[in-house]
């Protein structure tokens, strides 16, 4: 599909399926397009070009009340003169039910989400939490077979977001429903999603399980968008079938398992914070480069390390609070990765900066 | 002498108390976290110190001055808003020199300032750009500068990094931190994002429901906290409903059926008890492991979750745990519906007299 | 999805079906536009085109040019002026009503509103009372008249009755207004003063100048009440009045057609320079401000404004109450309500202006609506759409009695339409706007997504309308429902324009004041006072109906 609003296209020949009963995620930052996407799934809007189908069935010019896709947005939109289970039952109301059987089903939803005492409470009376499983509970109730989620969790508290993230699946699943839930917090997607989808500038970067595109990033923005992750620019200098040697700036050298790029080449060795671990032993490790603890940070149950190398390049390290050696600013480390754990991508045309900066 | 001191502040809004009796000490060049879910009075007490909100009882005091009864325009306290308020009818420039054009500077000085404050955040050719030009991060480092051009030394942050995305976020919190470092700033940053708090403040206030729940650093919090709130909102925690069978400081408690050895730091004396361990210190063992705090459970479900694996391990008595791992571990692989043995180290485990109120209500984020 | 009962009459199942075709929802939209074009903007702007062959007369003449081109620089002077004024006294009045706390706020909140509620015709006679006569103010100094009719009374009635009109949108934006600018500014280090001055109103600047132009198109337009104050004065629509009681059309014509093209240049000139005047903001003098911002400052621009408001505004509009109650006791009252002499002829006016108040409300409503859907959503190009928004404007902004003119023309030509249709016609066209704008705002404050989602949840559009955007834009229908009513009642200029036989309450009103009839005072003052009270009794329930909502 391709929507375009002006010049640019907000959505660009984006091409992907879903599976019944899946639970996808869409992952990318503000203005990658993703919401674009979802309501042209919904049927708010029309391709430029390209289509939707349903299952298997084409609904691109049809209106969002005969999709069996129910939209809900980010800010909720509960109905502010209707009470908690009139915005309920509007969906099976609306699909002609009558009043008795649509409070019931919505009852039913409501029961689901633990919000039936509060059936008679208009939204402004619930906290942003509770208003969420109201949205919830009427985007089920609507008895759509799929959920168009976009960023559900994102109005709500931080600790609250990470304590429904699974709530949410597990509802959506217990239901039976597939779900696309559109997201900026890379962390969510990954934890939830049965398969995600990486968008960036309207355009589909990466898609698979969280596991695959967490381990193997296709692109330099994936693997700085998902997880954080070490750059180290380098030439390589030697290749075999085992490996490939690369030479860093200042002369230091690592090996890596990867062998798609030729002598010379100009090439980044991603590292992810987390396979970069600091050594107490480093001649007993691949690839250890020596450096100096510039800062450290406590994040709870990860601790970041930022470490300058010898040449000068910046590296972080995390890992659990529980496993890390205790190290001070200014102390000297040695710090390794594993050359399985080395991936490696072509220097880019445009620079790294403008490579991987997500507006 | 402590920059900023707090002293009984309370707001009441009709039957609800925002702020109830909340007292702190700020010390100079003190970078102090705010933190806590929504309503609990963090935002409302920073506003207080400005002076944007008035409170019903207690006093602010700034370098020893009482503030009560002084206007906003004259407590010489920068803030910087939620949603940025970069007047959107002024150039950057223009938004940075408005502090010190007001207080009657000549314009050549106050555009001087405007651009040492201007090249300080890297946009000194952006001088003439107006704020939707730039992004929600820029925006924000104006906002701070504005306010120290101002001439503030004492700097209050209301959600400064709430709009932006996850990971924008996630960066640009080290930077906002070493600008106020650079500046030489003291400063007050309300977040309801452990997380954020805890990389960058030296200390943090937990709050929930217009009270102070617990004070501490990042490290105390995190590894002894001594509220149950505290252990839950800060990081996770597995809760687990105990009677203490042997006290004393090397305490034996039994958990509905399994017994825990645990030290007893707060000296708790109660018989019910709540006993609380973070998921990463637990770790898997192989199934043939015993011994004591070893427990036996089977794997109901695990979840990639990036740079760790959560584990749902149901136990013998009934009772579930959440496990976290490193994803590259040494420890064994392992599969939903294995049996394994969990291992829960004594020095890791924390114990609370059972709340009045009920664990659920304890713990509860909003 | 069908299943069970449903619980709507086949009538609606139909309607909402019907709702669902995109081709169905195009023809109503094209249908309330054409209405639009044809019936509401094309007849004022084209009738009067028609006589462009009279024009010549006026050149013939010179005094008779003469006392035209001074009869319309007049109107814009008087206007320009007026605006000007009633912004700088009206603002620091709109202000009080946001932010002061005292508890007068709500009962001049309300006075605010008198002279938008009452008919003009009631605000000029009650103006001339105070002002001119011995039962006036001039009886406090043993003298005839204060100030007789003539230009002074004219800016005085001008001033007055667009006060509202800058007091009501600035009241609007301050409420709509983001706070935290100016909390910003004050953690800043700004004095109160500074902020307002270089944060604040820069920001509200549109909101100004939409005041400043409601103002002036309220001062352009009005007529009734001009004519009770002028004396032997003229501005553009005494002109016009004066010469349809002489039979002269050429010069008629001549005045509707200049008033008609320059009206709307000078709105354009306006709309388009006024946001881009450039207000001084970049210098700032501490202490003088802040002495401003102090108690004694505040105090003392209050207690100046307040002055201002009860002296030139309150007072002269709300005169014509003692006339008007000792009308009650001195046997007025019962020869109005028998219905004898002049009152027989007055009766049949009230319930004239009734009936066409009524007619034109439920026409615009029907046919407004699907244009204030066009103009908040914004469904066509970018372009188009701030084109009908123009457009829309186009019948307050001409002045009525030259709009009735050119309309007057334009039926007459187009074959013998009754003078009741005319009549109709030209209310409607006068009052379309109100309703548009009043409609368009509140469902443009309705969120897309809410309709989005309802559609979502398996809604059709008409459903989507009925239970979703209706009820969240009722109060918002309802205002625009009275507005359009009490000002369709209130019309003079038009009303006169267009009536030959047939006259409206206020046409017949004017006469009896400025006419020959054996009218005793007293009988003026009933006669305006009751038709003053049923817009009383219909702006009162307005606002309690906005209150309610607020």
């Known amino acids: ?359 | 002498m402590p920059r900023v001191r707090v002293v009984g502040i309370s707001k009441r809004y009709g039957r609800v108390t925002a702020l109830d009796r909340v007292s702190l000490e700020l010390e100079d060049r003190e970078y102090l976290s705010i933190l806590g879910p929504s309503g609990c009075g963090k935002t409302t007490l920073i506003k207080c110190i400005a002076g944007i909100i008035q409170p019903d009882e207690g006093r602010v005091y700034v370098d020893d001055r009482d503030l009560t009864g002084v206007p906003i325009q004259e407590r010489g306290v920068g803030y910087v808003f939620q949603e940025v308020a970069l007047f959107p009818h002024m150039s950057v420039a223009d938004n940075i020199s408005y502090g010190p054009r007001v207080k009657g500077w000549s314009p050549e000085r106050a555009e001087r300032m405007a651009k040492e404050m201007l090249s300080m955040v890297r946009l000194e050719d952006r001088g003439g750009a107006y704020s939707r030009e730039l992004s929600g991060g820029a925006q924000q480092e104006v906002a701070v500068v504005r306010a120290f051009a101002s001439g503030s030394s004492l700097l209050l942050l209301d959600e400064p990094l709430g709009a932006l995305d996850a990971k924008v976020r996630a960066k640009l919190r080290y930077e906002l931190r070493q600008l106020v470092t650079d500046l030489g700033l003291t400063a007050m940053h309300v977040t309801h994002d452990q997380e954020e708090a805890l990389s960058i403040s030296d200390r943090v206030v937990v709050m929930k429901a217009g009270r102070i729940v617990e004070v501490g650093t990042p490290m105390q919090l995190y590894l002894e906290p001594k509220r149950i709130f505290t252990a839950n909102f800060v990081g996770e925690a597995n809760f687990l409903r105990a009677r203490i069978v042997r006290g004393g400081e090397e305490a034996i408690l039994d958990v509905d059926g399994l017994e825990l050895h645990c030290r007893n730091p707060f000296s708790v004396e109660t018989e019910r008890v709540v006993a609380a361990i973070r998921p990463e210190f637990i770790s898997l063992e192989e199934r043939g492991s015993s011994g004591p705090n070893v427990w036996l459970g089977r794997i109901e479900s695990q979840v990639f979750a990036g740079s760790v694996v959560r584990y749902q391990v149901r136990l013998t008595n009934g009772l579930a745990l959440t496990v976290k791992r490193p994803l590259v571990s040494e420890e064994p692989e392992l599969s939903v519906g294995e049996k394994v043995a969990l291992f829960l180290p004594v020095e890791h485990i924390l114990i609370y007299p059972f709340p009045e109120g009920g664990l659920d209500q304890e713990i509860a984020l909003e | 999805m069908k299943s069970g009962e449903t619980t709507r009459t086949s009538l609606l199942v139909r309607l909402e079906g019907l709702s669902a075709q995109p081709r169905v929802r195009a023809v109503v939209y094209a249908a309330s536009l054409a209405f639009f074009v044809i019936l509401v903007l094309a007849p004022p702007l084209l009738g009067i085109l028609l006589k462009t062959d009279r024009l010549g007369e006026v050149y013939a003449d010179p005094r008779l040019m003469e006392r035209a081109q001074s009869a319309i620089t007049w109107s814009f002077a008087i206007a320009l002026l007026v605006s000007a004024l009633d912004l700088l006294a009206g603002t620091p009045l709109a202000w009080f009503i946001v932010r002061s706390k005292t508890r007068w706020v709500n009962v001049i909140d309300t006075l605010a509103d008198i002279p938008f509620i009452i008919p003009t015709v009631a605000l000029g006679f009650s103006t001339r009372l105070f002002w001119s006569t011995p039962d006036g103010l001039a009886a406090l100094f043993g003298l005839n008249s204060l100030i007789s009719p003539g230009l002074m009374l004219i800016l005085l009635l001008h001033f007055a009755f667009s006060f509202p009109a800058v007091v009501r949108v600035m009241v609007g934006a301050l409420l709509g207004y983001e706070a935290t600018y100016e909390v910003a500014a004050k953690t800043l280090g700004a004095q109160p003063f500074t902020a307002t001055r270089t944060v604040t109103f820069p920001i509200l600047r549109p909101a100004i100048v939409a005041s400043f132009l409601l103002a002036f198109a309220r001062s352009l337009s009005e007529t009734g009440a001009t004519v009770m104050v002028a004396g032997t004065f003229e501005n553009g629509p005494v002109f016009i009045n004066n010469a349809k009681n002489a039979g002269l059309e050429g010069p008629l014509v001549f005045v509707s057609f200049v008033l008609i093209f320059a009206s709307l240049l000078a709105f354009a000139s306006i709309s388009f320079i006024g946001p881009r005047l450039k207000i001084p903001v970049r210098r700032a003098w501490p202490t003088g401000e802040r002495a401003l911002s102090g108690r004694a400052g505040v105090t003392f621009r209050d207690s100046v404004t307040m002055i201002v408001f009860f002296a030139f505004v309150i007072t002269p509009s709300l005169f014509i109450a003692f006339p008007a109650t000792s009308a009650l006791t001195d046997g007025t009252l019962g020869k109005a309500l028998s219905g004898s002499g002049v009152w027989g002829p007055y009766w049949q006016s009230v319930l004239l202006s009734y009936t066409i108040g009524v007619i034109a409300t439920l026409v615009n409503i029907a046919a407004g609506l699907p244009v204030a859907v066009l103009l908040a959503r914004k469904r066509a190009s970018k372009a188009a759409t701030a084109l009908l928004d123009a457009l829309v404007n186009v019948p307050i902004v001409v002045p009525s009695i030259a709009l009735g003119v050119s309309l007057s023309f334009f039926w007459t030509a187009f074959g013998a339409l009754p003078e009741f249709w005319v009549l109709i016609l030209s209310h409607t066209t006068i009052t379309y706007t109100y309703f548009v704008r009043a409609m368009s705002a509140a469902i443009e404050e309705i969120s897309p997504e809410m309709e989005d989602t309802a559609r979502s949840l398996g809604a059709r559009p008409l459903t989507v309308f009925r239970k979703i955007t209706l009820p969240l834009a009722k109060y918002a229908a309802l205002s625009g429902a009275i507005l359009v009513f009490t000002r369709s009642i209130d019309e003079t200029g038009a009303a006169r324009a267009v009536s030959r036989e047939l006259k409206t309450a206020p046409v017949l009103l004017v006469e009896w004041v400025r006419g020959t009839l054996p009218v005793s005072n007293s009988e003026r003052a009933l006669g305006v006072a009751l038709l003053a009270l049923t817009s009383f009794i219909a702006l009162l329930v307005l606002r309690l109906i906005t209150r309610e909502k607020r």
């Open chain 1, 1 to 359: 599909m391709t929507k375009s609003y002006g010049r640019t296209p907000a959505i660009d020949r984006v091409s992907f399926e879903v599976q019944d009963g899946e639970y996808l995620c869409v992952l990318g930052p503000t203005g990658s397009g993703k919401t674009t996407l979802l309501r042209l799934i919904a049927g708010l809007v029309y391709p430029d070009q390209g289509e939707v189908l349903i299952d298997g069935k084409p609904v691109t010019r049809k209106p969002p009340e005969e999709r069996n896709a129910v939209y809900v947005p980010q800010q909720y939109a509960l109905f502010p003169h209707m009470r908690v289970l009139e915005n309920v039952s509007f969906g099976p109301a609306s699909k002609g039910l009558r009043r008795e059987a649509a409070s019931k089903t919505a009852l039913e939803m409501l029961r689901m989400v633990r919000l039936d005492p509060r059936a008679d409470a208009f939204p402004r009376e619930l906290s942003g939490g509770m208003q969420q499983r109201v949205a919830l509970a009427r985007g089920l109730a609507s008895g759509a077979r799929l959920l168009l989620l976009d960023e559900p969790l994102g109005a709500l508290d931080a600790r609250l977001r990470v304590e429904l993230r699974y709530k949410l699946r597990e509802l959506a699943k217990s239901q039976g429903l597939t779900t696309l839930h559109v997201t900026h917090d890379q962390e969510e997607a990954i934890t939830i999603g049965d398969r995600m989808v990486v968008l960036r500038h309207g355009r589909v970067q990466q898609h698979g399980t969280p596991f695959h595109v967490y381990q193997r990033p296709s692109s330099l923005f994936v693997a700085d968008f998902i997880g954080g992750a070490n750059f180290l620019e380098g030439l390589i200098l030697e290749r075999t079938r085992e490996g490939s040697t690369v030479r860093l700036r200042g002369g230091l050298q690592v090996r890596v398992e990867d062998t798609t790029y030729a002598v010379d080449e100009p090439v980044i060795v991603v590292v992810r914070e987390e396979k970069m671990s600091l050594t107490a032993a480093p001649e007993a490790v691949p690839n250890p480069l020596w450096g100096e603890v510039k800062a450290l940070r406590f994040l709870g149950s990860f601790t970041r390390y930022e470490v300058r190398l010898e040449n000068g390049d910046e590296v972080v390290c995390k890992s659990l609070t529980t496993r890390v050696p205790a190290l001070s600013v200014g102390e000297k480390v040695a710090v390794s990765f594993a050359p399985s754990d080395g991936l490696v991508y072509s220097y880019p045309s445009v620079g790294l900066r403008r490579e991987l900066e997500v507006v």
